[in-house]
């Protein structure tokens, strides 16, 4: 089916003659430059292309493929670099070389390699869409083969061997063929059986998250905060430490460098949990503020199609998208080119409704094969001026349960990660009660509560302070000052750059705020008992405790400190 | 190349131009007056029917009778090793009196887009010979690192004098300058220029120059050519680059005006909402390639309307860049050059460009500890105004002399003064050493022993 272009400005074009369905992916001009249908009026179509569009000129010839914009989903995704629309940034930079060129198309999969293809079916057994006929060994992780969402039939032939993600590896009694490859429309989410409620926390490794703001597998959580206030290094912690087995990271609109950086890291650290480069389980997604901004509308659609795919196989999979607001961005850039009615601040009347179709493609399921798996979506969110009353922030708070709000105040002072912790809140705390009870200690919660307590007191004591100078306050809330002061640089910072400190897993969480807690006990207990302000806070176990964290043989220094702060408390005592 | 004398319309900087052959989107474009002069511009929208136009000299002076030609292609730069030392206009034509380019090659100055995949992540740590930046926010090769300023304020001295000291240690080769000026004023390209002839710069710079009298319009090419030429040297001739952009704000402004011309709808106080995107493809033109020797290191300076930093032009650039250098009106003041306030800066690639084996170990415990005591003691300013010195606990006093003395001996030094990394971190632990030892949470014991001058002097 072709037509020709009537109009160019800037990646709207606009097609006449040629007849075409909402979201075909056309191609268009002389260099065939792939677009997609996103308005219909009359003869005349808009299409939104994924590629630079200097020199096309009205005339040139339009072809409309009638397909929907999918990705490829099969062996070879993991350890992938996508642009948006799923073209593996290395093979670009073997076609065109260090500069990202024009009308050069990839396929989202390797077309040559061959995996090893074991069946877990034989012939006869009737499956449906979702089952799995068999598996191959990507890297660490097995790749379930599935039946595509959309087929049943009963299994005819099934060979077990080495093929392209192309070739026929099972044959219908209907004679339908399966590949180790299906596609996927990226604007649909992929269907499950059911949808479960969430029981499990992502574990990060992150004490502010795990510990006092903890998001679930399967959940969402949004992460607003203005530049240089954490959202990308936190983004990045996630993707590295995030309990998982697959993570998606889409880089929508941000910088080349910090994909650099990525690409850099991720191969040569190893997953805490299973020991294999972290590059193993990830798929990464680049497209980049200066890459072509249709592309960028669409790589959160690509990154999310293919979580699902992970999570149809029975995985739990994380991921990360910085930024969704460079998303809302390109809706709006291209909204504004279609001369569409804006609504708030010049975004599309559409964007709430974008954005909570996004999150609700996360979540814990039911897959179609009758497995258990999760999507949690945590998407990092940059308002204009840090002012979370912009519109992309409130409809992502409406939708996501989980807030973590950044604060430059804190960034400023280099407090990192800088989430503040009296804005910031999960709503999934008692959902995994259970869980934190069961794996952590019984005693968790109640170490939770009373450290927030103390955060919440320690605000408003700040506000006293701030007229009258702290020690104007009664000793017992100077003492209270103090242990929010522990609180806050002990537990809540944290140093991504760390090599111990980066990760803490949730037993030294655990004890890392007891300790602190126990510091609290010991010091009011002796303040109550007429001991000097002055003695309980300079015990040197204080300042000790201070630096655990960043200790290889954390138990072993925990305890020294701790024994050590028994003896100066008895020592105080006996003073008084 | 046909001739069209069929404009229809002219508004602001626009023209709409009928009745065409098929006209290509992004194309160079040149009008004819009737005085025989040539202006050039640019396709911003093509149909059948209309082709709208932008015109980089402004359409002061054209009519419906102007000519039209649309040249086929779009925008390049002619390029040479010849640059060096020149003097352009801000769309590229000789100001020195010199001969135009004999060009190598001709380059689309719109520039493509960076393989991400292609990047080496920078590292390389570029002294400066500021305290401020090398201690605190340290430039790498290849970062884009903005000076985000106001009226008034000593930005253009703070951008020289890093042009004139900058070198990476162990390398003797100087970086080559290209600079390009968008709206600034006659007299602020005297001093540029002065400079660069002072210290024997001009002859491996290129300069770029839209002064504050010349179109607006024109300022949306001149970054675009002067990052063209910066890849051109980096990339072809293997050269290390160093470009100044100033004044971003200008080129904003420039793309706003545009922007209302075509009556498109506003984005964040009446900026166009693609200004992140338009932005991103200047700054994103910094870099460094893997396997290829030279490097694009970006400088841009802008000022902040209103010293406001969350206005959009710092804010989205705030968003792109590796972070940003941000000079106060409070420290200028107070009398001090550079007068850069620490806490809001940031580096971004700082960690990766320093360290053991790049600057010195204890950098980063020193650069955060420091940090940590100059945010309280300013706090505490404020609280001081209020209840008098007498109400603040000893640790309190302490924080309060330690942030003056921080601005007085680490942020202060002379203009020509180029102080060795070794030297800024000296000048840090003597400050960290007037604080209570078991107040310094951010160094590990180990670094304590081996630089705290309490420690070495033993
Ligand atoms: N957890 C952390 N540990 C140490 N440094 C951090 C941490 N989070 C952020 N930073 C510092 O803050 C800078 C900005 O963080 P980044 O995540 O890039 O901000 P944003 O994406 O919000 O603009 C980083 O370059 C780093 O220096
Ligand atoms: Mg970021």
Redesign the pocket.
């Known amino acids: 089916m072709k037509g020709t272009v009537y109009r160019i400005a800037g990646p709207v074009v606009t097609v006449i003659d040629v007849p075409t369905k909402m979201y075909d992916v056309v191609k268009v001009g002389k260099e065939g430059l792939m677009g997609e249908v996103i308005g219909i009026e009359g003869a005349k179509s808009t299409v939104q292309v994924y590629e630079d569009t200097s020199g096309i000129a009205p005339g040139e010839p339009v072809e409309n493929t009638s397909m929907s914009l999918s990705v490829e989903l099969g062996p070879g995704l993991l350890t992938s670099v996508y642009d948006g629309i799923q073209r593996p940034l290395p093979v670009l930079l073997e076609k065109m070389g260090d500069f990202i060129e024009r009308g050069v198309t990839a396929p989202g999969l390797n077309r040559e390699k061959k995996w090893e293809f074991k069946p877990t079916v034989t012939k006869g057994t009737k499956v449906a869409g979702g089952d799995i006929i068999g598996t191959v060994q990507e890297t660490h992780i097995e790749h379930k083969i599935m039946v595509p969402p959309t087929v049943s039939g009963v299994i005819d032939e099934i060979e077990s061997g080495s093929f392209t993600v192309t070739a026929c590896v099972c044959k219908l009694t209907d004679g339908t063929e399966l590949t180790l490859m299906q596609k996927w429309p990226v604007r649909k989410p992929r269907p499950v059986r059911k949808k479960l409620m969430p029981d499990t926390p992502l574990i990060t490794g992150q004490r502010i998250l795990d510990g006092l703001f903890p998001v679930a597998k399967g959940g969402t959580a949004a992460i607003p ?1 203005p ?8 983004q990045q ?1 996630l993707a590295k430490w995030s309990d998982t087995e697959v993570v998606i990271y889409i880089g929508c609109g941000e910088r080349g460098n910090e994909m650099a950086d990525v690409l850099n890291e991720f191969p040569e650290l190893d997953d805490p949990k299973t020991g294999k480069p972290l590059m193993e389980r990830t798929v990464l997604i680049a497209n980049t503020s200066n890459m072509p901004v249709a592309a960028r509308e669409a790589s959160v659609y690509t990154g999310i199609t293919i979580a699902e795919y992970f999570r149809d196989m029975g995985y739990d999979v994380s991921l990360m998208a910085d930024s969704t607001s460079r998303w809302a961005e390109a809706m709006r850039e291209i909204s504004s080119r279609l001369e569409e009615m804006p609504g708030e601040e010049g975004y599309p009347a559409y964007l709430a409704a974008r954005l909570s179709e996004f999150y609700e493609r996360a979540g814990s399921v039911e897959t179609l094969s009758g497995v258990n798996g999760s999507v949690t979506v945590i998407g ?1 969110v940059s308002p204009p001026g840090g002012d979370f009353s912009e519109p992309v922030t409130q409809n992502t708070l409406r939708i996501v349960k989980v807030f973590w709000a ?1 604060d430059s105040k804190l ?1 400023q002072r280099r407090h ?3 989430i503040n912790w009296l804005e910031s809140y999960s709503l999934y705390t008692d959902a995994l009660a259970d869980w934190y009870n069961e794996h952590v200690s019984p005693d968790w919660p109640i170490l939770r509560s009373d450290a927030m307590e103390i955060l919440q007191k320690e605000s408003e004591l700040q506000e006293i302070v701030q007229l009258v100078g702290s020690d104007a306050l009664p000793e017992d809330q100077q003492l209270t000052l103090e242990v929010a002061r522990m609180i806050r640089e002990y537990f809540l910072q ?4 760390h090599d111990v400190d980066t990760f803490c897993e949730m037993d030294k969480q655990y004890k890392l705020m007891k300790a602190i807690m126990k510091y609290s006990d010991l010091a009011n207990t002796a303040l109550e008992g007429g001991a000097e302000l002055e003695d309980i806070t300079s015990v040197k176990s204080k300042d000790d405790l201070s630096k655990v964290k960043f200790e290889k043989e954390f138990d072993e220094k925990l305890n020294t400190v701790l024994s050590a702060m028994d003896k100066e408390f008895d020592a105080i005592r006996g003073a008084v | 190349m046909k001739e069209y004398k069929t404009i229809n319309e002219i508004s602001g900087p626009l023209i709409f131009v009928e009745k065409t052959e098929p006209v290509g989107y992004n194309e160079l474009v040149y009008i004819k007056l009737g005085d025989g002069t040539t202006k050039r511009g640019q396709v911003l929208d093509t149909s059948k029917d209309i082709v709208v136009v932008q015109v980089f000299e402004g359409t002061g002076g054209l009519d419906l009778q102007c000519g039209v030609r649309f040249t086929g292609e779009t925008i390049k730069l002619p390029v040479s090793i010849d640059l060096l030392g020149r003097i352009l206009s801000g769309s590229g034509d000789p100001l020195d009196g010199g001969p135009r380019i004999v060009p190598e090659d001709r380059l689309d100055i719109n520039g493509a887009a960076m393989n991400p995949y292609a990047r080496e992540p920078p590292a390389e740590f570029i002294q400066t010979g500021i305290s401020t930046i090398d201690g605190m926010n340290t430039l790498v090769r290849g970062q884009k690192l903005p000076i985000f300023s106001g009226s008034g304020l000593p930005h253009n001295e703070i951008a020289l004098q890093i042009a004139r000291q900058a070198k990476v240690l162990g390398s003797e080769e100087a970086f080559a300058v290209v600079f390009a000026g968008m709206g600034i004023t006659n007299e602020e390209a005297q001093s540029f220029m002065r400079d660069f002839e002072r210290t024997g710069a001009l002859e491996r710079a290129v300069i770029f120059l839209n002064l504050a009298d010349d179109p607006a319009v024109e300022r949306l090419i001149t970054p675009r050519l002067a990052l063209t030429a910066a890849e051109y040297l980096a990339y072809e001739h293997d050269m290390h680059v160093l470009v100044v952009l100033t004044d971003m704000t200008n080129y904003a402004e420039a793309l706003r005006q545009m922007g209302a011309a075509r009556e498109e709808v506003p984005g964040r106080r009446g900026y166009p909402g693609y200004m992140y995107t338009d932005l991103s493809m200047i700054y994103e033109r910094a870099g460094v390639i893997k396997g290829r020797k030279g490097s694009v290191t970006q400088f841009p300076i802008l000022s902040m309307p209103g010293d406001d930093i969350t206005h959009p032009i710092p804010d989205l650039s705030g ?1 792109i860049t590796e972070g940003q250098i941000v000079v106060s009106r409070e420290l200028h003041r107070k009398g001090i050059y550079p007068p850069i306030n620490v806490l809001p800066s ?1 580096s ?1 690639l ?2 990766s460009g320093i360290g053991e084996g790049r600057t010195r170990e204890d950098h980063k415990a020193v650069s955060d500890q420091m940090y940590a005591g100059y945010a309280e003691g300013n706090d505490l300013r404020g609280l001081v105004a209020i209840v008098g010195k007498d109400a603040l606990s000893e640790r309190d006093r302490k924080l309060l002399e330690f942030a003056d003395m921080f601005e007085d001996q680490f942020v202060r030094q002379g203009k020509d003064e180029d102080r060795s990394i070794e030297t800024t971190l000296e000048i840090g632990w003597s400050l960290l050493a007037e604080l209570p030892e078991a107040q310094l949470t951010r160094i590990d014991n180990e670094m304590i022993n081996k630089y705290h001058p309490a420690h070495r002097a033993k």
């Not at chain 1, 530049?227 to 936190?234: D, I, R």
């Open positions: 905060g530049f240089g206030s954490g959202k990308t290094v936190t912690q990092a950044l960034s990192f990660p800088s944290q140093n991504a750059y | 968003y940031l971004r700082m960690n």
